[in-house]
């Protein structure tokens, strides 16, 4: 079958890959190039950080488009419906990668982490001047529950945290199920903003979630919570969120996915000591990767003996 890569997979996904397929790689292209290396493609890999709209969807011999992971902003969801493009997706394995790296904010929002990490270095011991919280005993607030956000709010339950949530559609039997887990579903999201210390938020980037978290939503939060956003920049209104927090109306954010990103794209909100600021690398575990090529190659490998490609 004739692959295109659009971006960085597993190394041993990718050579199983080219061991028995005509693979091209662009990692990170740009639209136009990866519309010319798509041309002649039956197939392209892809994750965030790539843009695929109609001009490279228009590719003749598409056939197949394989997310390894789980958004689809990046994607021209109407001209693969027009098209007839099978769409597979690997959601599942980066989760608790993405969990996990949701703890890694909230732990480093609340202990002051970069800031005592840089004090250090700088020669000053800061003991005494670090005002820090337990997570412990804390309302943790999880927007979107869906396979991350549920895995977000058992860790959360595991720290012993009181853990509430909201979802799209929120219905008696996903209120029981939820509770059997210890999770709290409430009817509103709003609610969820107001009663939270931490909040974290767990949504695709869809028309009903861009700025889902705007200067409204921020200040039904309180002065003391923060908020970590993992989903997609899009979702959180940052220049919001920098009025809210340079005015003292949030106790700090953490953000791994930004309004703008990529190779020199820089946050509004990088010249705040209270926020934490990672490359949308919530996915990015070894193991994660590891097992999402696992799955890449046996979709395409599949599809090729399918199709005889
Ligand atoms: C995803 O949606 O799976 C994540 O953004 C991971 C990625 O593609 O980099």
Redesign the pocket.
Known sequence: MRLLIA?QIDGGAEAELRSRHDVVSRIGASEPDLAEAARDRHAIVF???VSLGAPVLHAPDLRLLV?????LDNLDMQTVSARGIELRRV?GP?AQA?AELTFAHLLALARQLPRADRLLREGHWAKGELDAYNLHGKTLGVIGLGSIGSRVAELGRAWGMRVIGCVDRPSDPRRLEFARRGIELLADCGDVLEQADFVTIHVPLVPSTRGLIGSAELARMKPTAFLVNMA?GGVVDEGALLTALTEGRLAGAGLD?HVREGEGADSPLASLPNVTLTP?????TIAAQREIGRQVVAIVDGFSREHSL
Do not use: E, Q
């Not at 997310?67 to 958004?71: F, I, L, W």
């Not at 949308?280 to 990015?284: C, E, Q, R, V």
């Open positions: 971006s994750r965030s950080g997310r390894a992971g789980s958004g959601p980066g993405v997609r996915t949308h690398i919530g996915a990015a």
